[in-house]
């Protein structure tokens, strides 16, 4: 394979690879935004959301995408328990006691994995992942292809809701000035509400999606958790732009490292380009504050 | 048509409020003055149910609203324009004004609303596309009036309109005021450090000091009044 081909192929696998953490990270960003909640669960609901898939399409039969569109509902309604177990009763409680809150209920979702789907990782086998396109020397999976239209698809759709839906509008809004919010009308502890369901079914969904690429384990919640703060402090925190622009540059990031350095050492690599960019930019990359 | 009686807020174990007795009567703009840290702005939270009152009732329109949470009370017609003009800044001007209209589900009616509010203020709808928080203070608060309007409030209630505004600023703001009691009929309440505008606007006002309401009396009659001459307009 010569040079260039090779640069292309890196291309592709960042780009699609990215799109999911696109998609992980708008939830992350809307949840933090709503709730102005550093959510430690928010990988977790990732890792439940591949579980989810794996089970509805093999053990129930249902088929991938049969599977990945029941996963978004159910993680949705796991996301608005959580919140009214875990988070509601202690809001106004100071910021630490909800956060400690969502890594207890992480660590709670990663023990119930643990039973639920005991000894090995899980693949999620699709028809697509026998699929094979060859394009100019760059060949990908037509599962790679589909998970990757399928999540800029979500994310396409969580922009125009909160662009042009009056719910989305409201959600805005909460995240911009949470009193003016509720002084206009805006229930914004039922916003609270929503934000949290949303941004589990988004991490849900991208979970469903990458699952067929990768082996699923419980311990896939905490290295999503991980990604999803990368891109925010790429992208900077609060805007779906931001989100995207991280997304893609965390997915080529891990794919050229890996590609052309050592696939061994990305994670490492990924700690030292953090914390470089924290020290010399701490609000991040293009950081910004307000949800868009 | 409000009617607060014997109030009580605690922040913590610390009393912000108390036997706090003050009423608006239809038709009527009633101010309460007070230096900074007497209670105005706690006050009008707790009418807006922002917070919650510890002892005491807060009646409108006949029925007790104390405790009730914010957004409830916006559907009952009260509508508070805090201090600090509360815009949504990464909206748009138009989002804004939309915004204001949250509770109503009719589209045509709100179109009228907003076109009544740019009569009002047609730098708002020049700037319509601009995004809230690039606009000027002066600017901020006739967006944050504005708004307010979009929610066809029975009671607005006025939170330091005047802060951080020009003198020629503050006239216009008066002025506004004006037109939309006379005009529009609306009943306001409105805490001011601004004393002698917010007493030259009511018919009738209540001095508070340290979470205590000390005077109340007509308007005309508290610029007289020695304690006010001397405490607040420094004569």
Redesign the interface.
Known sequence: MSTSTLVLQQIVNGVSLGSVYVLLAVGFTLSMGVLKLLNIAHGHFYMLGAYLVYSFAHLAGLGYWPAVLLAIPSTFLIGALVHLAGIKPLHGKGYLAPVLSTLAIAFLMESVALLVWPGTVRLIDTPYNYVTYSLAGVSFTEQRLLTFVAALALTAGLYFFLQRTKIGKALRATTQNEDSAELVGVNTGSMRLFALGLSAALAGAAGGLIGPLFAISPGIGLTALFKALVVVLLGGLGSIAGAVLGGFLLGLFEAFFGGFVNAAWTPVATFVLIIIILVVRPRGLFGREELE | MLEIKDLYVYYGPMCALRRIKISVAEGEVVAVIGANGAGKTTLMKTI???LEPDRGSIEFMGREIGGM???SI??LGI??I?EGR??????TVL?NL???A??FKDEAVTRQTIEQVYELFPVLENRRRQKAGTLSGGEQQMLAIG?GL??RPKLLLLDEPSQGLSPLLVKNLAQTIEVLHKEHGLNILLVEQNVKMALEMADRGYVLQSGEVILEDSASALLENEVVREAYLGV
Request: glycine share 20%.
């Open positions: 807006s149910g922002l949470s914010g957004h916006a559907n509508i508070h805090p509360g815009v949504f800044p990464e909206m989002e939309e915004m204001g949250y509770i708004r979009m929610g």
